[in-house]
């Protein structure tokens, strides 16, 4: 027992200055500063029985025993006669200290709650000051650089008035030509649309709403928006990629790898029969055995992308093909590339745009929700600092991902004006101001100056109403007494059940039916309708109220939002006396729905969403389609709805008042009931998936026009077996040998091989015609796939080898070279890949001793310029065309190094290198590394002025390149792949651990990247990205297979064993 409490609780040990017993807690295990009673060990009680107690007489009784007197008893007095002899004086002093001991105890607790409550406010504070420090901080920026662009284009000269835009359009009217069912050449358009939804579970059928986090609402939006357009005129297939999850946590067709979903022309023959339907297309992307959440898949998006790339070009070439023959005319016809590419939500955002860039077709994003308002009402909480929600959520990745999207994005849809003012305002790429401005100067055929700013439209979400009984709907809802009798028995059996399950709660369940439909969440605000409900008799006297809630077994079971939502209605309830008013039933199916709908219509009730903000306000759409009339909060997406149905009623939702004339407004007007009724059932066809399919192809029509969008690069429509003709055919030879003879013997034609024309003199055309006309034959096919831009196999060298001062290590950059080289040319090809300018990446291939000519192409100027060094001419003028888009030119030339200076650095720091400038890459020259800004804090300055650009640190930190948007090195790799036909799978990039700050783009992916160890020595990576901003584990994958770390000595080695895998 001893050895137990000197273990569990502190050792008792008589104390003069404590209360008998008690002794102070020293173990961990107890709350300091608390006092325990600890029983006397026995050695102890028996020493003391025979002991006076200090400060006492002594005084013989009759019976000749000597009692104790206490003159002055003390503490161990009353330890040992009150404890140890008097039973009741025990159980005294144990209540006093169980008392005793309870007390402290709460105290303390309460006292350990204070500063627990004072530490979280304090902190909440010091969170909330230093978000409105930054706040205010870019609040200034974003107004001077708005300042900054208003002050460009307010003022027109009048040679600029007549001077059309670069890369405008011929002038079109203002108004938007709306998309047309009825359009016959609407058939001939044969569109293929790109639909991008990265994260959740997707699939046609049984979707698992609600099953996760991610897989919400958009899900079903999705699948919904690719039935609708497969089925509109026009167009004429529809691919919706996702990924693709082969793990036991998920139900097994989540990883089918295409999935068809039910076109709407299978049940309405009125729609569009000549399309090949909507398909799911899942891609591999990220960890194969398990599904991650969104929040993990941004370091896989470039993997993703390079599937989706390779899945769009394959497509594109089968369905021109498919429209060749069903036009009469053979395959082989020009590519048919996508109309547009919508990503939805932030991750799908970022790889439509790079998908964008690469195929340089339109790009449109839904947001669906944002990450600057999510990480607003985070910060606004107080529960976590922003680096704790950054490293929970990856929200400043998500940020820079919505970011690129708005950067590419020729159109932004939304649900309603709210979430353009208030959410996309607080992004870096969207000035809503200076976006009409441009828009205004496009339509006056006056250039923007560089400018670009999307196009935000106001598309509300479509709605399926094939459910909707629109013959019952017109012989009207209003009369019950043929379905229920006056006590609420249905007279019917067929009827459905959830009917009985409402009614059973109303005394009478004639009387119209409030109807308010939500989940249990207090931004709901049903408290309030309760409360405007109760307090009214008016109202009480006319109507039920009905709360669906939601589902629920046990309220204490359930979480503590919703817990205290449903408490509190209950408390209401019974506050008011609302029992045979108030129905409140525990379970629906989402199949009874439109029944509850049905039945609040049937008894001329009224349908009320009183949220604090709201959206969007699907619920309203769906009431009124049911001819229920509508009491709705004025904050959100109810403003934008009730201005076309005309059907309701705006409240203010915190004004219970408010709410209760409303409702009784409409519940007692019979004649304003049926106004409203009817204007809903009218004007519902707007919120149908064809009018939402019209309105968005109509904007898509409108934005490449306005902003003059080429419908395709050049480059990607000219095949690559066309393309192998116009090359200059003596450099396609340059494989063959020096005994041209004997290939001409095997390979030369009749009249080639007659001895009439071999004595003849055969000229350069002679040849050339000779080899076009068998260009197919095996051996002729065999050395086209040894010539540059036909070799199956790249090897890619993208090392930054630079001294300190940014002058190129040669020895060091010689020894990779002469390393990756030593595998041989042939069926491999090489691509130099630098930031460094043409004439510098020449020159020093040569101090190396190597021919540029042995490489087949040239990156140079961090991916703004192709060269290939094998042919005459060497530029290649399609990738000019390819990145020109959105490139600002000479309009942002002096704005960077004002930009990108820190304030107090003088301006020699950054200046512009002329030298080394090109027509498609500005290049400045640092002096002082220190005083300028890194990339991203110079991007979000661009941003605020309209500006869309790339931007690169290279050599070592002693050159900024400004290129175009879609311009880089991992863009250019892309573009030789699709021009080249070469798969990604096949071609190894080599980079150093240190490089140019686009040096982490170069690898993910589905190429290999090949890491040569103690290459580099100084690198730019310094310059890249704040400290608070996200990691670079956010970008690259922690764990790819494809990702190897080698010495320099092995480089031939994996080269080799690379190529013989793939």
């Known amino acids: 027992m001893s050895g137990l409490m000197a273990t569990s609780r502190p050792y008792w040990t008589p104390d003069p200055n404590s209360l008998s ?144 835009p670069k890369d405008s359009m011929p002038r079109i009217n203002s108004e938007m030509k ?45 699948v919904e928006l690719a039935r609708a357009l497969a089925a509109t005129n026009g167009v004429y297939r529809v691919d919706l990629l996702t990924r693709q999850i082969s ?11 295409v999935e068809m979903l039910t076109r709407l022309s299978d049940l309405d023959r009125s729609s569009n029969n ?17 599904y991650i959440p969104k929040e993990s898949l941004w370091p896989h998006i ?131 101001k200076l976006e009409r401005k441009l828009r205004v100067r496009r339509r006056r055929g006056v250039g923007c100056l560089g400018r670009y700013m999307p196009r935000m439209v106001v598309i509300p979400p479509g709605m399926d109403f094939s459910y909707v009984n629109t013959q019952e709907l017109m012989e009207g809802d209003g009369d019950l007494s043929s379905l229920i009798g006056s006590d609420g028995d249905q007279s019917r059996r067929d009827l459905p059940p959830i009917w009985s399950e409402i009614m059973r709660f109303f005394t009478n369940p004639h009387k119209p039916m409030i109807l308010a439909l939500s989940r249990p969440d207090p931004k709901k605000n049903v408290m309030t309708l309760l409360k405007a409900f109760g307090e009214c008799s008016r109202l009480r006297e006319l109507a039920n109220l009905t709360l669906i809630l939601g589902n629920r077994d046990d309220i204490e079971e359930m979480s503590g939002s ?21 129905a409140f039933p525990k379970h629906h199916k989402q199949s009874d729905v439109p029944h509850i709908y049905r039945l609040a219509a049937k008894t001329k009730g009224v349908f009320i969403n009183p949220a604090l903000v709201e959206p969007f306000g ?24 009730l201005k076309v149905l005309n059907n309701g009623v705006l409240v203010d939702p915190h004004d219970q008042s408010a709410i209760s004339d409303a409702l009784l407004k409409l519940v007692a007007d019979k004649s304003l009931w049926f106004d409203c009724r009817r204007n809903g059932l009218k004007n519902i066809h707007r919120f149908s998936w064809p009018e939402h399919c019209r309105s968005y192809l109509s904007h898509v029509d409108h934005c490449r026009a306005l902003s003059g969008h080429p419908s395709s690069s050049p480059c990607l429509d000219l095949p690559p077996a066309a393309a192998a003709a116009l090359e200059p055919m003596s450099e396609s030879l340059r494989d063959v040998g020096d005994d041209l003879s004997l290939r001409f013997s095997l390979d030369a034609p009749l009249d ?130 390819h990145v020109e888009y959105k490139w600002p030119a000479e309009h942002v030339k002096s704005a960077v190094p004002r930009l990108a200076r820190l304030d107090e650095a003088p301006e020699g720091d950054l200046t512009v290198d002329d030298a080394a400038c090109r027509p498609h890459c500005l290049a400045y020259s640092v002096k002082a590394v220190d005083r300028v800004r890194k990339i991203d804090a110079i991007r979000q300055r661009l941003r605020m002025r309209g500006f869309r650009c790339n931007l690169v640190y290279t050599r070592a930190s002693t050159r900024l390149n400004v290129v175009p948007l879609f311009a880089s090195r991992a863009s250019a790799l892309r573009y030789l792949s699709i021009r080249w036909g070469v798969d990604l799978s096949k071609i190894m990039v080599l980079v150093g651990e240190k490089g140019d700050t686009d040096h982490e783009q170069l690898f993910p992916g589905m190429h290999g990247t090949l890491v040569v160890k103690d290459v580099v020595a100084h690198g730019s990576e310094k310059l890249l990205r704040d400290e608070d901003n996200y990691e670079i584990e956010d970008v690259v994958p922690t764990h790819s297979s494809d990702v190897v770390s080698l010495p320099e000595d092995r480089i031939a080695s994996e080269i080799i064993s690379f190529m013989e895998k793939n």
């Open 21 to 164: 017993g008690f002794v102070t807690a020293t173990s961990p295990s107890l709350p300091s500063n608390s006092w325990w009673f600890a029983p006397p060990p026995p050695a102890a009680v028996a020493s003391w029985k025979d002991t006076a107690p200090p400060n006492t007489s002594s005084r013989r009784s009759s019976a000749g025993s000597t009692t104790p007197t206490s003159t002055r008893p003390g503490p161990r007095f009353a330890l040992r006669h009150g404890l140890l002899r008097n039973p009741c004086s025990t159980h005294r002093s144990i209540t006093c200290v169980v008392a005793t001991r309870n007390s402290q105890e709460r105290n303390n607790r309460l006292e350990n709650m204070c500063w627990r409550i004072w530490h979280l406010a304090r902190k909440k504070k010091q969170i909330q000051w230093e978000e409105a420090q930054r706040l205010s901080k870019k609040r200034r920026e974003r107004e001077q650089g708005s300042k900054d662009a208003a002050a460009d284009i307010s003022e027109l000269s009048e040679g600029e008035k007549l001077e059309p």
């Open 178 to 222: 709306m998309w047309s069912e009825d359009d016959q050449d609407g058939k001939s358009k044969h569109l293929y649309i790109v639909l991008i939804s990265l994260h959740g579970l997707i699939r046609g059928e049984n979707m698992e709403l609600g099953r996760d986090s991610d897989t919400g609402g958009q899900v079903k939006y999705v």
């Open 247 to 257: 793990s036991p946590d998920v139900d097994w067709t989540y990883g089918e790898p």
């Open 274 to 290: 000549d399309g090949c339907g909507a398909y799911i297309i899942r891609l591999p992307c990220g960890p194969r055995e398990r």
């Open 302 to 432: 470039p993997e993703f992308v390079d599937r989706a790339l390779a899945h769009i070009a394959n497509v594109s070439r089968v369905l021109a093909d498919q429209v060749a023959e069903a036009d009469g005319g053979v395959g082989g016809g020009k590519p048919i590339w996508p109309y547009v590419i919508h990503g939805h939500y932030a991750d799908a955002g970022e790889v439509a745009a790079r998908l964008a860039g690469l195929l340089n077709v339109p790009m449109v994003m839904t947001g669906h929700s944002l990450g600057r308002n999510k990480l607003e009402q985070l910060l606004k909480q107080g529960r976590l600092s922003r680096e704790d929600i950054n490293s929970t959520y990856r929200i400043m990745r998500r940020i820079e991902g919505e970011e690129v999207a708005l950067d590419a994005a020729e159109m932004v849809v939304t649900s309603t004006r709210q979430e353009i003012e208030e959410q996309w305002g607080l992004y870096d790429g969207f000035d809503l």
């Open 562 to 582: 919703s817990a205290a939502v449903l408490t509190t209605v209950l408390k209401l309830i019974d506050r008011y006396d609302l029992y045979g008013l108030v």
């Open 618 to 641: 699907l619920t309203l759409i769906e009431a009124a389609a049911y001819g229920l009339p509508v009491v709705a909060t004025k904050n959100g997406g109810p403003v934008d709805i």
């Open 752 to 881: 080639l091989a007659n001895p009439a024309n071999a004595n003849s003199d055969m000229g350069p055309a002679a040849i050339l015609e000779a080899l076009r006309r068998h260009r197919h034959s095996p051996h002729a096919a065999a050395v086209n796939d040894h010539a540059p831009g036909r070799r199956q196999r790249l090897v890619v060298v993208a090392i930054d080898c630079y001294s300190e001062d940014g002058r190129p290590a040669l020895s060091d950059l010689r020894r990779v070279l002469d390393a990756a080289m030593a595998v041989g040319r042939g069926r491999v090809g090489f691509v130099f890949a630098t930031g460094s300018t043409t004439a510098e990446a020449v020159e020093a291939l040569k101090c190396c001793h190597v021919d540029p000519g042995e490489f087949d192409a040239l990156v140079c100027g961090s991916g703004s310029d192709v060269y290939y060094p094998w042919r005459d001419p060497p530029e290649d003028v399609d990738y000019g065309e």
